[in-house]
């Protein structure tokens, strides 16, 4: 089997909720349990081992929440842990995502001396009333130190996370921000929308947002200010120099497999029979804690809804796509798919090749109509 096996680690707490998110993240009101949370992630691991069965870990994401709020010392004793039981690969790519706030040079020092390569920093925006606004705790000031001191630390490969269509935020803000964010040179931009998630604050209450036709202005100009500074788009909202791309969500959008562990993670493990089953682990923290098994259940993807997810995730790639990753990934075979590529094709949303697929730069700015084509009926 060569389908590629990344792990995700899941870190719950925050300083304090963003509005904007819904994700499984729970605001810190007492002591964080860092060590009980620690053994329990490795005694999660240990229970997925069997997933593995021969194959080595390509890359390791730890997101939340916010995982920088964990001590260095404890980061490097899970990822030991993880070192011990399992084949990593030689260039493995461990990333951990920071908010700017919780930065200071011996917390960095520490997560490079664990292993962590690359950082994701949670920049959001440079304009003090615009990150107010998304309940983030740091100020503009606070990412261009953060930068400053991980690359003192050692790290190279360093993501700032933007966002656009902001509440008040005009062309020339997000411009703004992208600037400031290209003087930092990351070499990697994550540059998304805002959107109104149901079950969260600005669900509820929405914020005053730019008109439609702004928020796509900001777009096309970001995107053409992006690509002169030589950042190149290699998905929906994901931006890099030198091709140095997040091979772990590159993995995702492959339709790779992986496994998930913490409060609420994800995996996805394709069986040796080629069935695919998704895990979820158990959603809250204090749940998640008790150590009445992990698990909050497992399901398997019919064959129908693989097709689906395969498209879901790949054609947010700006590359094409390969026929051969379709029937290995999905199980699909490419004479089954045809007829649905060809509705797209007939809608000038997607070209086809006998070797690949990919949609159209008009099936580009409507991914989401193009991917309901595959929905199961």
Same mark, same amino acid.
Request: with cysteine; hydrophobic share 40%; net charge negative.
């Given at each position: 089997?060569?389908?590629?096996?990344?792990?995700?680690?899941?870190?719950? !707490?925050?300083?304090?909720?963003?509005?904007?998110?819904?994700?499984?993240?729970?605001?810190?009101? @007492?002591?964080?349990?860092?060590?009980?949370?620690?053994?329990?992630?490795?005694?999660? !691991?240990?229970?997925?081992?069997? !997933?593995?069965?021969?194959?080595?870990?390509?890359?390791?994401?730890?997101?939340?929440?916010?995982?920088?709020?964990?001590?260095?010392?404890?980061?490097?004793?899970?990822?030991?842990?993880?070192?011990?039981?399992?084949?990593?690969?030689?260039?493995?790519?461990?990333?951990?995502?920071?908010?700017?706030?919780?930065?200071?040079?011996?917390?960095?020092?520490?997560?490079?001396?664990?292993?962590?390569?690359?950082?994701?920093?949670?920049?959001?925006?440079?304009?003090?009333?615009?990150?107010?606004?998304?309940?983030?705790?740091?100020?503009?000031?606070?990412?261009?130190?953060?930068?400053?001191?991980?690359?003192?630390?050692?790290?190279?490969?360093?993501?700032? @996370?933007?966002?656009?269509?902001?509440?008040?935020?005009?062309?020339?803000?997000?411009?703004? @921000?992208?600037?400031?964010?290209?003087?930092?040179?990351?070499?990697?931009?994550?540059?998304?929308?805002?959107?109104?998630?149901?079950?969260?604050?600005?669900?509820?209450?929405?914020?005053?947002?730019?008109?439609?036709?702004?928020?796509?202005?900001?777009?096309?100009?970001?995107?053409?200010?992006?690509?002169?500074?030589?950042?190149?788009?290699?998905?929906?909202?994901? $931006?890099?120099?030198?091709?140095?791309?997040?091979?772990?969500?590159?993995?995702?959008?492959?339709?790779?497999?992986?496994?998930?562990?913490?409060?609420?993670?994800?995996?996805?493990?394709?069986?040796?029979?080629?069935?695919?089953?998704?895990?979820?682990?158990?959603?809250?923290?204090?749940?998640?804690?008790?150590?009445?098994?992990?698990?909050?259940?497992?399901?398997?993807?019919?064959?129908? @809804?693989?097709?689906?997810? $395969?498209?879901?995730?790949?054609?947010?790639?700006?590359?094409?796509?390969?026929?051969?990753?379709?029937?290995?990934?999905?199980?699909?075979?490419?004479?089954?798919?045809?007829?649905?590529?060809?509705?797209?094709?007939?809608?000038?949303?997607?070209?086809?090749?006998?070797?690949?697929?990919?949609?159209?730069?008009?099936?580009?700015? $409507?991914?989401?109509?193009?991917?309901?084509?595959?929905?199961?009926?």
């Amino acid at each position: 089997m060569t389908i590629p096996l990344a792990l995700y680690i899941h870190f719950p !707490w925050c300083v304090q909720k963003c509005p904007y998110c819904d994700f499984n993240s729970h605001a810190l009101r @007492d002591k964080m349990p860092e060590d009980q949370y620690i053994q329990a992630l490795i005694a999660d !691991w240990q229970h997925d081992l069997k !997933w593995l069965r021969g194959r080595s870990i390509s890359s390791i994401f730890c997101g939340g929440g916010t995982p920088s709020l964990f001590s260095g010392e404890h980061i490097h004793q899970l990822l030991t842990a993880i070192a011990d039981s399992a084949s990593l690969t030689k260039d493995i790519e461990i990333t951990l995502e920071a908010n700017p706030g919780t930065l200071n040079p011996d917390s960095l020092n520490a997560l490079y001396a664990a292993g962590v390569n690359r950082l994701s920093i949670g920049a959001q925006s440079f304009q003090t009333d615009k990150l107010k606004a998304l309940g983030r705790i740091h100020g503009p000031e606070a990412i261009g130190q953060a930068m400053q001191l991980a690359k003192e630390a050692g790290f190279a490969r360093i993501n700032l @996370d933007l966002m656009y269509g902001l509440p008040q935020q005009s062309v020339e803000d997000a411009l703004y @921000d992208l600037q400031q964010a290209c003087a930092l040179a990351p070499s990697h931009l994550s540059w998304y929308q805002l959107t109104l998630e149901p079950n969260t604050p600005f669900y509820r209450t929405p914020p005053s947002l730019p008109p439609e036709e702004e928020v796509m202005a900001m777009s096309e100009e970001g995107e053409a200010y992006l690509k002169a500074q030589g950042y190149q788009r290699y998905e929906i909202s994901a $931006f890099c120099r030198n091709a140095d791309y997040c091979r772990h969500n590159v993995n995702y959008w492959q339709y790779g497999d992986y496994i998930g562990i913490g409060a609420g993670a994800h995996g996805k493990i394709t069986l040796e029979n080629g069935t695919i089953l998704r895990t979820v682990k158990k959603k809250h923290p204090k749940h998640y804690l008790e150590g009445q098994g992990f698990i909050q259940e497992d399901v398997i993807v019919s064959q129908k @809804d693989s097709l689906f997810e $395969f498209m879901l995730n790949a054609l947010r790639l700006q590359d094409k796509i390969s026929w051969a990753l379709l029937e290995e990934r999905s199980g699909w075979q490419k004479e089954a798919v045809l007829a649905y590529c060809d509705k797209l094709v007939s809608q000038e949303l997607m070209e086809y090749n006998e070797e690949s697929f990919s949609l159209t730069a008009k099936g580009k700015l $409507f991914t989401n109509e193009a991917v309901s084509v595959f929905l199961p009926e």
